[in-house]
């Protein structure tokens, strides 16, 4: 089976900022499109931001100016750095391909923006 490991989130205060990285088990990683995702309670889950294999990206608008997703295909890795974080952030984040695949879905990992 893929694995896609989330590194752990965590509690930010608002402006605050905040660096996911996502690691995938296969080497095949190098050409697939990736996206972050993230779902908030009593609310279905989203698209943030997709980047395809040449490092093309491509931003929900609650997520331009102020997120960016960037990968390294050496290290089979995908990441999302946020700032300027808002309490309306709050989720659990996903990474997965893009678009998704079913047996891709790990457990996320929760941000909470709060002060």
């Known amino acids: 089976q893929v694995q896609l490991v989330e590194s752990v989130g965590g509690l930010v205060q608002p402006w605050g900022s905040l660096r996911l990285s996502c690691t995938a088990s296969?080497?095949?990683?190098?050409?697939?499109?990736m996206g972050w995702y993230r779902q908030a309670p009593g609310n279905q889950r989203e698209l943030v931001a997709g980047?395809?294999?040449?490092?093309?990206?491509n931003y929900a608008d609650s997520a331009k100016g102020r997120f960016t997703i960037s990968r390294d295909n050496a290290k089979n890795t995908v990441y999302l750095q946020m700032n300027s974080l808002k309490p309306e952030d709050t989720a659990v984040y996903y990474c997965?391909?893009?678009?998704?695949?079913?047996?891709?879905w790990g457990k996320g990992t929760q941000v909470t923006v709060s002060s």
């Open positions: 997965n391909r893009w678009p998704p695949q079913s047996n891709y």
């Open positions: 296969r080497s095949m990683f190098r050409i697939y499109a």
């Open positions: 980047i395809i294999a040449d490092g093309t990206t």
